[in-house]
């Protein structure tokens, strides 16, 4: 099993910043790849940005590329998202996952937290 556990969210103004931490805890073998996915209410959910959990080709979804970062402390066993010149559609909740493959499908995570709310206000 692989434990995660979002925090950090919270409400900005449009052009404003957070950063999202995911503590992780559980099989190593499970967590190869750690992603971001996020949810607004009435939609499916959708893919952010995705890495290795040892580092290397990070990938985004172009609606955030630019303005998203994800990255990782290995020592803290947390993974970051951070993020820069939010707008009001990136209001979601986002979710941290936990996978074999860093890769933009939802199907290929076999873990996620119970997320958390960002809310960008105009």
């Known amino acids: 099993q692989v434990q995660l556990i979002e925090s950090g969210g919270g409400q900005v103004q449009a052009g404003g910043s957070l950063r999202l931490s995911c503590a992780v805890s559980?099989?190593?073998?499970?967590?190869?790849?750690m992603g971001w996915f996020r949810q607004a209410p009435g939609t499916e959910r959708e893919f952010v940005a995705a890495?290795?959990?040892?580092?290397?080709?990070?990938l985004y979804a172009d609606s955030v590329k630019g303005r998203f970062t994800i990255s990782g402390d290995n020592a803290k066993n947390t993974v970051y998202l951070q993020m820069n010149s939010l707008k009001p559609e990136d209001t979601a909740v986002y979710y941290c996952?936990?996978?074999?493959?860093?890769?933009?499908?939802?199907?290929?995570?076999?873990?996620w937290g119970q997320g958390t709310q960002v809310t960008v206000s105009t």
């Open positions: 559980g099989r190593t073998f499970s967590r190869n790849a």
């Open positions: 890495r290795p959990w040892s580092g290397g080709v990070k």
């Open positions: 996952e936990a996978g074999r493959v860093p890769t933009s499908k939802q199907s290929h995570y076999d873990y």
